[in-house]
Structures are given as structure tokens and as C-alpha cells.
Antibody, heavy 118, light 108 residues
Framework: EVQLVESGGGWVQPGGSLRLSCAGS????????MSWVRQAPGKGLEWVAN????????YYVDSVKGRFTISRDNAKNSLHLQMSSLRADDTALYYC???????????WGQGTTVTVSS | EIVLMQSPGTLSLSPGERATLSCRAS???????LAWYQQKPGRAPRLLFY???IRATGIPDSFSGSGSGTDFTLTISRLEPEDSAVYYC?????????FGQGTKVEIK
């Protein structure tokens, strides 16, 4: 079964840091781009970042550039999102998603919640 | 950045009725790289269509996607109670990838 499982969410004060992880299984992880997508409470979906198969190309939404870093470890079938200088508006459910061979995110995890609050 | 506007915000229909959801882009979507997702409360999004009209695995044929350029449509031909959800369009043809704000489909 193709599966993505996120971890690492929690509560953090503004200005703090957090590292999210996502474990992939049931597919050849290194063959796929991967994404992080977030959803603020009661709001819509927002794409956060993509990373290419070998980690060579990384793409971010403007609001997180310079603060978030996406990375992957293909040997461990894992995806990460290092978040720093966190703000209240980063509060959201963060989904890890596989980017399908023909385009958009086709497999999603269940998400991990990040709360930024003093 | 391509802005996607979805309409209507909420659609309230009876079982068996036809639902038509619109997604309009602020500029042409490269390659018609437009996807539709369904999200039910407390669940992750589920891919319905990619390439504007290509049905994802396991999606029933009561769902159809169409459109090109800046105007795209998701149609549910015969609504069933389990189709109650929020539906999002997404363009993945140019960075940043963007989502519409969603259309909530309610079943009366």
C-alpha cells in the first residue's frame, strides 16, 4: 500500500523552529518529486514547497522563502521541512504529498499540525 | 502568480441533481495543467482529475472535468450523499503552484 506518514508537528512560539518529517512506503520514493501543502484552520489549501527527485531542485511559495527548507533522504524514503522564524500565520495542518508522474499531488499523508502561538 | 477563482462558494443540491463547479484562472494555465481535488471533513484531499480532464484512478464516471486556457469545470452528473465535500482546483503548470479557494457542495 502506498503510504505517507507525517510527524514532527507541535506547538512553538513565534520566532521558533520546527522540523517536519514524512516517511514514504509502498512506492519507489526516489522516482517522485515530493511536496508540502498546508491548510490553516478552517481555510483552503496552500502549496508550500516542492523538491525534485534527487533533491537538486527546490521550489517555495514566496511567503516561506528564506525561512523554510525542504529536503529529502532517498536512502531512508523520507522528506523533511525545516521551518524557522515561524509566525502565527504558519499555523496549519501540514500535508506531505507525492507528486505524480503526470503532474499534481496524487498521494497525500494525513497531515501533522503546527501551532505557532505565544 | 496565477490566481484561481472558484464559483460558486457553496452549492446546495439534492441527490440525483447535476453539480457544475467553475474554476477561472487569472492567466492561461500552462499545458492545461489543472487538477481537481475533493476534500471531506477531517480527511486529506483526494485527486479527482489532472490535465483538466483526465480522471484519476478510482474516480467514478459520474465525475467529469473539462476546460482549457483560463476556464475549467468540474461536473458531477448525479449527486450522491457521499459527494458532500469541498472541491479545490489547482494549477501546477507554473510556479508557484496555486489552489482555488474551494467550492463547498452540500447535499440537501
Amino acid at each position: 500500500e502506498v503510504q505517507l506518514v507525517e510527524s514532527g508537528g507541535g506547538w512553538v512560539q513565534p520566532g521558533g523552529s520546527l522540523r517536519l518529517s514524512c516517511a514514504g512506503s509502498g512506492f519507489t520514493f526516489s522516482n517522485y518529486w515530493m511536496s508540502w501543502v498546508r491548510q490553516a484552520p478552517g481555510k483552503g489549501l496552500e502549496w508550500v514547497a516542492n523538491i525534485e527527485r534527487d533533491g537538486g531542485g527546490k521550489y517555495y511559495v514566496d511567503s516561506v522563502k528564506g525561512r523554510f527548507t525542504i529536503s529529502r533522504d532517498n536512502a531512508k524514503n523520507s522528506l523533511h521541512l525545516q521551518m524557522s522564524s515561524l509566525r502565527a500565520d504558519d499555523t496549519a495542518l501540514y500535508y506531505c504529498a507525492r507528486v505524480g508522474q503526470v503532474g499534481p499531488q496524487d498521494v497525500w499523508g494525513q497531515g501533522t499540525t503546527v501551532t505557532v502561538s505565544s | 502568480e496565477i490566481v484561481l477563482m472558484q464559483s460558486p462558494g457553496t452549492l446546495s443540491l439534492s441527490p440525483g441533481e447535476r453539480a457544475t463547479l467553475s474554476c477561472r484562472a487569472s492567466q492561461s494555465v500552462n499545458g492545461d495543467y489543472l487538477a481537481w481535488y475533493q476534500q471531506k471533513p477531517g480527511r486529506a484531499p483526494r485527486l479527482l482529475f489532472y490535465g483538466a480532464s483526465i480522471r484519476a484512478t478510482g474516480i467514478p464516471d459520474s465525475f467529469s472535468g473539462s476546460g482549457s486556457g483560463t476556464d475549467f469545470t468540474l461536473t458531477i452528473s448525479r449527486l450522491e450523499p457521499e459527494d458532500s465535500a469541498v472541491y479545490y482546483c489547482q494549477q501546477y503548470g507554473s510556479s508557484p503552484w496555486t489552489f482555488g479557494q474551494g467550492t463547498k457542495v452540500e447535499i440537501k
